[in-house]
């Protein structure tokens, strides 16, 4: 065999095992799995942790419409309070518009360990319930999943929008 024929397939199984290993890559070719659709939730719980200010956004299925409410989180001596800050009701279809935008299923089982050199900075952790049960758990400090600020910004349009 000559060298140009043997240079094409090692190209070619590198770009292979690439696609195979790499999903991203696999979903830009079209022959990866798509992002898990979500089709209906009951409760989506967004903490988001400073080092003085914690607040908490909460979407609940409400029938036909969605219920969002953005929650300050006040230290009392003996519990922690949740205060109603902003509170909103929109449509199903535009939370679950915002949830598989985010790719909010992909977000299941991230860990989000602490940058090394960062000193200070944003925890988070996002509980939800969705598709008839299923469970998404995510959390991290100053590192986020992918599509995190579009999903806390989409929040923030939500309650801003249907004052």
């Known amino acids: 065999m000559n060298k140009i024929f043997m240079k094409r397939i090692f190209t070619f199984l590198l770009l292979a095992v690439t696609v195979m290993i790499f999903p991203a890559c696999s979903q830009a070719f079209g ?5 898990e659709k979500i089709e209906s939730f009951e409760i989506v719980t967004l903490r988001l942790s400073g080092m003085r200010v914690t607040e908490e956004y909460e979407i609940v299925m409400k ?4 219920e969002v409410t953005e929650y ?19 449509s199903v279809d535009r939370v679950l518009t915002l949830l598989n935008d985010c790719e909010l299923a992909s977000w299941d089982g991230f860990v989000g360990n602490h940058p090394k050199d960062v000193t200070d900075g944003i925890m988070f952790s996002l509980k939800a319930t969705v ?9 991290g400090s100053e590192n986020f999943p992918k ?7 989409g929040l923030n349009n939500i309650l801003k929008q249907n004052k």
């Open 31 to 35: 022959i990866g799995k798509p992002p």
């Open 63 to 66: 029938g036909k419409k969605a």
């Open 72 to 90: 300050e989180i006040r230290y009392e001596k003996k519990e922690d309070k949740r205060v109603p800050e902003r509170k909103t009701v929109c």
């Open 131 to 139: 598709n008839n049960g299923r469970k998404i758990y995510a959390h």
């Open 147 to 153: 599509h995190f600020r579009e999903f806390r910004d």
